[in-house]
T-cell receptor, first 115, second 116 residues
């Protein structure tokens, strides 16, 4: 079956702009989580959506937001981009159940560069 | 606070040699534990996971990990490393509770280099 698909793979944006990243989960998966990966901070949890509702949120400013559609596809948005937002953004999909009954499958990520 | 520590940022081993990557966690109870691998420019692939029961778990690609409650550790091992194992390895904790669904806490990662 198809894996987690993230688009686009690469993005270059200017400071102050906004950006939208997309994630299509594995068919049947209702949970989508987003992570930011940087050399300095490593992998950090942004938020998780399940059945169009945000269930969990990491410690990021309000400039980072997301949503999930009825088909479980998810988007994340970053407004007023800063240089420090340059990162690999990873999306993970799962069944959304307890961890003993599911696992997270990751997409290849979107590499965002802010100039 | 919940945290994961991977003490070794970079490890180099010769092909065919054994490997052990260290992981220590800080958590109030026995967490859900995972090891992921990331090749350059790629996402993360799950190698193995531990929830309960037998403390030695087997994963894909010949990897295994041992959970030691007394040491709060979950070290990853492989008896004989192949050149294709060169990648970055992440240990992760999945906290319990409905407020932590979908959330994984990752260590900083260990980069494995394999010498021919």
């Amino acid at each position: 079956k198809a894996g987690v698909t993230q688009t686009p793979r690469y993005l270059i944006k200017t400071r102050g702009q906004q950006v939208t990243l997309s994630c299509s989960p594995i068919s049947g998966h209702r949970s989508v989580s987003w992570y930011q990966q940087t050399p300095g901070q490593g992998l950090q949890f942004l938020f998780e959506y399940f059945s169009e509702t945000q269930r969990n949120k990491g410690n990021f400013p309000g400039r980072f937001s997301g949503r999930q559609f009825s088909n479980s596809r998810s988007e994340m948005n970053v407004s007023t981009l800063e240089l420090g937002d340059s990162a690999l953004y990873l999306c993970a999909s799962s069944l959304g159940a307890r961890w003993e009954n599911t696992e997270a499958f990751f997409g290849q990520g979107t590499r965002l560069t802010v100039v | 606070a919940q945290s994961v520590t991977q003490p070794d940022i970079h490890i180099t081993v010769s092909e065919g040699a054994s490997l052990e990557l260290r992981c220590n966690y800080s958590y109030g109870a026995t967490p859900y534990l995972f090891w992921y691998v990331q090749s350059p420019g790629q996402g993360l692939q799950l190698l193995l996971k531990y929830f309960s029961g037998d403390t030695l778990v087997q994963g894909i690609k010949g990897f295994e990990a041992e959970f030691k409650r007394s040491q709060s550790s979950f070290n990853l091992r492989k008896p004989s490393v192949h050149w294709s194992d060169a990648a970055e390895y992440f240990c992760a904790v999945g906290p319990h509770g409905s407020s932590n669904t979908g959330k994984l806490i990752f260590g900083q990662g260990t980069t494995l280099q394999v010498k021919p």
